[in-house]
């Protein structure tokens, strides 16, 4: 292939990805899930009943990794056997996945806060009105971009795996990715702004999550326009980033030139990784001046 | 009818390499450092998700890459090499953009508590550790020791998808390629899940006191790879 076509794809695939990146933080911000739903779950244990959506099922790679196959498999369906066009066939697979997405959502919020009826913890039905649409939505959006990094790797840079088995994998990576990076903003920062910023989220703290918003009652959709600001952005740039430098080191050294080509791209994977450690150490120098220790050192002070 | 023992006698080779790539990875969870819940909220140091779902993410990206320089070359060297590759900088960068969001969105510095000082940059430890708290972030030496168990999960899941891609069978290029990579991906997801017992939750890196416990992981993986060798073999040597 012309090594400017594959440069021109993968600046295709690493823009879908971060869109499916940010898109997926968002949606799992709106219906609280993953790790800081266990903060959301135990907040009515603690006394503390509230108005936020609460859906988690199984974490957020498999979630991410069934709506990827879901849309995968139907939009295999239907280009092999009704020879639909390519974006047609991504747009109507990323739309069953949706539909699924919704389906589980609602059925996950009920019997969640059913669970919770001896907490006092009220079931908003408007909730499941207002914020499951949103979550479709977004989930519509991270399937259809995961769909397009795929079916480009499949087809353009002939990646052997099938369409629905590359789909699958990065829905577990997708959510991995955003698990790690983007439920950090939404879980310690989002939900315990009662507490000062920078000072830790003391274990104390655990379930007493702010309840309020800047107007009314605080809900999903207002914890997704909190983190559409850091976490969200963050998760697209972490998720864009793994697509793109993963890819980008074989097209720029094609291993099908030959073997001696193949080792110079794993000599690039390695310097990225290094650049990778070295930054980590810069950011954690700076961070370690910036805020300083929290407590005095007990062998100058004793 | 399947003519089980000849399928295993022909491809005995295999089942030992597919049963070394599962243990491969059953070791390497252990070097990823994982903070389950309690990391999100920074409440301990770690990325803030649990292990199965961050090892099998990053193994994952690896055997992507590993599926594609497979495509290429007949080199073993290559294809482990692209999937150490592949999952070490899914996992550097899911790490350094976590760490980003820990000092920029949530104002702590990446410290841990299990050592006082840092193994590898001999920085003190213990005071930055906020009150509460168990750490949070990722220092240098779990982001280190992250690195090295994605490399090794990332070569563990590329020798088990090299492995099943060369037993001889009838089956079509392309649905062989999607059999054998899913039945990695199984594999994968097994060792993955074996570790988490040892780690219970959180684990900081090759410092934390938890380590220790990995023979007892890579001695299960072994018993449970190589059952699962002995089926895959025996299923796509007789297709």
Known sequence: MEPLIGMGVLALMGAAATIAGASEDLESDVGSQSNPNSQVQLAPQ???????????????????????????????????????????????????????????????????????????????????????????????????????????????????????????????????????????????????????????????????????????????????????????????????????????????????????????????????????????RRLEVFARKQYGPYKEDEEVTA | MIDIAGVLAANFLYVILITLGGVLVSGSVHFVPVGGAPAAMAQATGIGTGTVQLAAGAGLTGLVTAGAMLNVTDSIALILAAGMVGAMIMIGVTMMVGNLVYVYGVGVPPASAKVDYDPITKDRQDIYVSQGTEGHGLPTVSFVSGIIGGGLGGIGGALVYYSLMSIANGMASADFIGLAAIFAVGIFFVNAVIPSYNIGGTIEGFHDPKFKKWPKAVVTSLIVTFMCAIVSVITIGGL
């Open chain 1, 46 to 280: 603690m006394m503390y009943p509230h108005r936020i959506f609460n859906k988690a099922i199984s974490g957020e790679p498999p979630s991410n990794a069934l709506i990827a196959a879901v849309g995968g498999a139907s939009a295999s369906v239907l280009m092999s056997a009704y020879s639909m066009s390519v974006v047609f066939a991504i747009a109507v697979g990323a739309l069953i996945a949706a539909g699924i997405h919704g389906t589980y959502a609602t059925t996950a919020y009920l019997g969640r806060s059913a669970s919770q009826k001896r907490f006092r913890q009220p079931i908003y039905l408007d909730m499941v009105r207002s914020h499951v649409p949103v979550m479709m939505g977004f989930a519509y959006i991270t399937t259809f971009c995961i769909l397009v990094v795929s079916y480009l790797m499949t087809s353009v840079l002939a990646h052997p795996f099938p369409l629905t088995l590359l789909a699958f994998i990065w829905g577990i990576t997708i959510g991995a990715v955003g698990s790690s990076t983007g439920d950090v903003h939404y879980g310690a920062e989002r939900e315990f702004q009662n507490v000062e910023f920078g000072s830790g989220l003391n274990a104390a703290n655990s379930g007493n999550i702010v309840r309020k918003a800047e107007c009314g009652l605080r809900n999903g959709i207002d914890n997704s326009w909190f983190c559409a600001k850091f976490g969200g952005p963050l998760t697209g740039l972490a998720f864009g980033m793994v697509v793109f430098l993963s890819g980008w080191i074989t097209t720029i050294f094609d291993p099908s030139m030959g073997a001696n080509i193949g080792w110079l791209a794993i000599v690039a994977g390695l310097a990225i990784i290094l650049i990778l450690v070295l930054g980590n």
